[in-house]
């Protein structure tokens, strides 16, 4: 019963630790998930913070185009250097990937791209024959020399022969936002026209480059009409036409950011006002968070791993201790539970009466003559009696609850029997008990007693074992004088069999 009931904690242990790590699992998914979802709404807000920005600049330079034509290109190509500062900022393989820079040189109508260190030399661009020039290689290119000591500052050169091959050019320059290298773009001066139609609204919405899910729209603020946008057909319609009006809340407001079903897809927005335009960038959540089921899978597997491997731990750790506790509480010779699991055992009962029930038997068993066997056959025969005797006993009574070895010769056992079934075990036991005799030439016998708990209702265990030991020793009593042994050849009456039971 004491092991049943340790085998049984240590499987609700177990069940229990496997129920709370589902559940922490199934949280952290969930909080996992919510997670993000937030972190990817946020950036695509910052994406499209980003992006408005670019265009606005854009926007603002193009504003002044019919001032000074010149001053408008150079502000325009200074962008363009922003611009792709920025996509090298946002693709860090496009710093070593010739491709990529070429794409995106294609896309800004540019014809070079030149990357400087901070020091001022050309280490990548889309001119190869261009690197390991620097501000020192010549008149033109010693021109953006106050790029090196302020790093805030962003230039553009007017029509200029070049140095490596006379051609005449334009060159932008800018920082970095980390401020680790330099983004320069030259441009030919005969694309002026080109550069012109390229800087309407609607061209220059169309050219930017933009990631999968994402589309960009210029708003005029006074008719609230499109003029310029990444998907077509959209143009000179009405912005609430699309679903797309931002919330501002006063005039104050430069920037809105917000949730928004486009074409029948629900997107993240991101607005900002300027003087004559609104930009807005939206996101599709589909597409900003096509990484979810992704990331969910691999912190899924990540959990699941570690809650094998907390399972595992724990299920060693929990057999570690019940089997520490069962050695502790198992009898060396016998593998029976000793007399401390004993103990326990009527402290339990004592504590708790209850689960004792009408059918429960306190039983105490003495090996007779023992110290006989130990005399005349040696030591070693006594230990090979005594296992014979704890083996029959456990496997009839065993099945019926606890059997205890509490002494050298003194046995218990506290089951649930009615008297027909104690009545059988015995009579098995003394049966197997004489097979044995038979078989080894030792004579191996038992006295007990034996004592329903429905005899004594009121009574504690305590009470049940001290009649079931005066019964046994009046068992004891009468095989001695059946037999006609000296009864102190054996332990006397004085033995304690059973717990703060004193004779």
Known sequence: M????????????????????IAAVLI??????????VNNRNHAYRTGEMLSEQIGNILVSNDRKQQV????????????AKAVSHFIDRN????????????????LLIDEIHLFTDEGEIYFGTVPQYYGYSFDSGEQMGYFKPMLTDKTLSM??????????????????????????????????VRLLEELHANEIDEVVDALPV????????????????????????????????????????????????????????????????DKYTIIVTQTEKEANRNVPELMSIVCIYLLIASLVIIFITKKLTEKVINEKRNADTDAMTGLQNRRAYEDAVLHFEKFPEEKGSDFVCVVFDINELKMINDRYGHDAGDK??????????????????????????????????????EQLISQSVEELSEWTAKNQVSLSMSHGAVFASEFPEAGVQELIKIADERMYDAKAAYYQQTGHDRRQNKGQGDNHGLFVHR
């Open 92 to 107: 860090p393989n496009a710093e070593t990937n010739i491709d990529d820079l070429l794409y995106i040189e294609k896309l």
């Open 2 to 21: 004491k092991q049943a009931k340790q085998n049984n904690i240590g499987k609700k242990s177990a069940a229990l630790i496997l129920v709370i790590i």
């Open 156 to 189: 553009c050169q007017d029509v200029t022969p070049n140095t490596a091959e006379n051609k005449s050019m334009m060159y932008a320059i800018c920082w970095s936002d980390d401020g680790s290298r330099m983004v320069q773009v030259g441009i030919e001066p």
């Open 28 to 37: 952290l998914l969930l909080f996992q998930y919510f997670f993000l979802r």
């Open 69 to 80: 034509l010149v001053e408008t290109l150079k502000e325009s190509y200074i962008t363009k």
């Open 385 to 422: 009696a005594i296992k014979a005797f704890a083996k029959i006993i456990d496997r009839n009574f065993g099945p019926y609850g606890d059997v205890y070895r509490i002494g050298g010769d003194e046995f218990a056992a506290f089951v649930y029997l009615d008297s027909s079934q104690l």
């Open 211 to 274: 990631y999968a899910g994402i589309s960009i729209f210029a708003v005029d603020n006074q008719t609230n009409e499109i003029v310029g946008s990444s998907l077509p057909g959209l143009v000179e319609k009405d912005l609430n036409e699309i679903g797309l009006k931002a919330p501002f809340g006063n005039e104050a407001e430069k920037t809105a950011k917000y949730s928004a079903v486009l074409q029948g897809d629900n997107v993240y927005c991101f607005a900002r006002k300027a």
